[in-house]
């Protein structure tokens, strides 16, 4: 086991990352920008070191800093946490090359992974089902009509190096193609400096279903189950919960050797996991491989009791997995919502700002990962969340009930957040009833926001 980790990131997953640390008898060591001096995870952490200011192409996205920071406190590993560096192949190279462990992928699987069209042909020689579209990136707009009058509309654009729905851009006729097919990649290339595209056959009201993949640097590979993931907005995940309510054992089965196959083909060690559009006649396509730990892999803990973080530093570690495929058991159900500091009523509009008040629900199978407190000051130079809140049940009702009232109790003052937002939506027949898609929610919002606006009674949140 390490001795010493650096923690290369913010907000909640760094004070998480430095909980397992704790856990494991591990020293953690936090970076961090000026913006996050005064944060639970530089509070809680063993060491703590400032990298740079606020914005985060100064400080969070400087790899000299962060290898130097590394240096000074004499690590063994680095954890990237997710967003920032954590799928950057580049980055776990550099780390490689200073002798230091990147805990996440192999780089070349990174790289193999982070490019979504190469990702598509490893899948496609893998014989994993993939969306039928380009089979190489598309640089000229009369390429694009050409393959889309091939497919037949409806297509989507999508970036390379995307990731957060940025680069996606959904066309159902010529017009609307070369207009973007143009924005597409203009967005991506502010993005993430690469304006490559692909072009795929844009599935209708899919659900979004991801598998929890574990894999050591052994051979071996196994996965934990899957995750819904379609309440969605702008491709952006609002709600995630475990197992999916229109799984069943056949179909995991199916998408588990699937996912399990993704991840051989790329030789993949680490936590990762293996994102699947599944169709309204349930077929299921692969879509991207994220190569680092989830936002929502909490669900999967709650279910499984399996602890994905200090799994993660273990395998990084060289150990071998404890655990194979048929001691892997599934218990009850979970529910994530992820509360962002985003005034809903005014087009999630980001509310950066300090927190007055702050008291959050508790009681049985209720879990809070969150950085925030009374007085912290939330900076307006990064993404919006501030914390999830996590429910398990024994069944799917029991964990809606729960969570519905662990929505009630939370109570977030000084900003406006996305927690009537969700209550809201929980209560809703058809979230009740499990029948939701990846439009839900943007199909919901064109139809009655001022109606939930109204009903809400807060101006958007707690404060």
């Keep these: 086991m390490f ?60 790899i000299d800093r962060l290898i130097a920071a590394a240096e000074l406190f004499d690590v063994d590993a680095i954890h990237p946490g997710y967003g920032f560096l954590a799928e950057n192949a580049h980055f776990a190279e550099v780390c490689e090359s200073c002798k ?7 780089p ?43 497919m037949g509309y409806p297509v989507i654009i999508k970036a390379v190096a995307g990731g957060g729905g940025k680069g996606m851009r959904v066309a159902h006729n010529d017009p609307s193609l070369i207009q973007s097919f143009h924005s597409a990649r203009r967005e991506a290339e502010m993005a993430f400096g690469n304006g490559d595209v692909y072009i795929e056959k844009y599935i209708d009201r899919p659900r979004h279903i ?36 229109i799984m069943d054992e056949k ?49 999967t803990e709650m279910i499984t009791g399996i602890d994905l973080v200090k799994e993660q530093i273990r395998v990084a570690a060289g150990e071998k997995l404890r655990i194979g495929q048929s001691n892997v058991q599934f218990r009850g159900h979970a529910i994530e919502v992820r509360i962002n500091a985003e005034n809903w009523t005014k087009n999630f509009s980001p509310c950066p700002g300090k927190i007055t008040g702050y008291i959050t629900p508790g009681g049985p199978g209720v879990r809070i990962d969150s ?5 912290y000051v939330i900076p307006p130079n990064y993404d919006s969340m501030i914390g999830k809140l996590i429910c398990h049940g024994s069944d799917r009702e029991e964990a809606l009930r729960r969570c519905r009232r662990a929505l009630d109790e939370f ?38 926001l001022p109606i939930l606006a109204e009903k809400a009674g807060h101006g958007g949140g707690k404060g």
């Design 210 to 245: 991801e598998f929890q993949i574990l894999a050591d640097e052994h051979g071996n590979v196994i996965h934990l189950g899957e995750r819904d993931c379609s309440l969605q907005r702008r491709h952006q995940k609002l709600v995630e919960e475990a197992p999916s309510p």
């Design 251 to 299: 179909l995991r089965k199916r998408m588990g050797e699937a996912a399990i196959k993704a991840a051989k083909a790329v030789k993949y060690s680490s936590v990762g996991t293996i994102e699947f559009l599944l169709s309204a006649d349930r077929n299921f396509y692969f879509m991207e491989m994220n190569t680092r730990i989830q936002v929502e892999h909490p669900v």
């Design 411 to 448: 109570r977030i003052e000084g900003v406006s957040t996305t927690i009537d937002f969700a209550r809201l939506l929980l209560d809703r027949e058809d979230i009740v009833r499990g029948e939701y898609n990846t439009s839900y929610i943007e199909k919901m919002l064109e139809a009655g």
């Design 371 to 375: 950085h925030a407190y009374t007085g």
């Design 100 to 106: 230091i462990k990147f805990i996440g992928p192999r």
């Design 3 to 62: 001795s010493r980790i650096l923690i290369a990131n913010r907000g909640e997953i760094a004070l998480r990352i430095v909980r397992a640390c704790r856990e494991l008898g591990v020293h953690s060591v936090v970076a961090y920008s000026q913006a996050d001096r005064h944060t639970l995870a530089v509070e809680m952490a063993d060491d703590a070191i400032c990298i740079g200011p606020a914005a985060s192409k100064e400080s969070y996205l400087k």
């Design 108 to 150: 070349a699987a990174i790289r193999a992974m982070g490019d979504k069209a190469e990702a598509r042909k490893t899948m496609m020689a893998a014989k994993v089902p993939v969306v039928p579209g380009s089979k190489d990136v598309i640089r000229e707009e009369k390429e694009a009509l050409k393959i889309a009058h091939e």
